[in-house]
Nanobody, 120 residues
Framework: QVQLVESGGGLVQPGGSLRLSCAAS????????MSWYRQAPGKERELVAV????????NYADSVKGRFTISRDNTKNTVYLQMNSLKLEDTAVYHC?????????????WGQGTQVTVSS
């Protein structure tokens, strides 16, 4: 059974930091690109950061470049999102995603999400 379980969300003041974690199980973690998405109320889901399955390639939304860092530990089947210098507009539900394209098929798994609220 595939599971992605996010944790680490919460309430933080502007300028603060949070570290999100996403623990994966039920699939071969190292073969999947891992991403963080977020969705704020009334807005479309936004790709925040992605870490490739190989070659350690990362990519970020322009809105978080220089503030957020995505990392992964394939020995722990976990992906992280370190969020620094948080802004009010970072408030959203953050979801973990696992994606792989292989043998003509797409494999896409999602976590339930963790709430991040930036407020003074």
């Amino acid at each position: 059974q595939v599971q992605l379980v996010e944790s680490g969300g919460g309430l933080v003041q502007p300028g603060g930091s949070l570290r999100l974690s996403c623990a994966a199980s039920g699939f071969t973690f190292s073969l999947y690109a891992m991403s963080w998405y977020r969705q704020a109320p009334g807005k479309e889901r936004e790709l925040v950061a992605v870490f490739s399955a190989g070659y350690s390639i990362t990519n970020y939304a322009d809105s978080v470049k220089g503030r957020f860092t995505i990392s992964r530990d394939n020995t722990k089947n976990t992906v992280y999102l370190q969020m620094n210098s948080l802004k009010l507009e970072d408030t959203a539900v953050y979801h973990c995603n696992a994606h792989r394209r292989a043998y003509g098929r797409e494999y896409d798994y999602w976590g339930q999400g963790t709430q991040v609220t930036v407020s003074s």
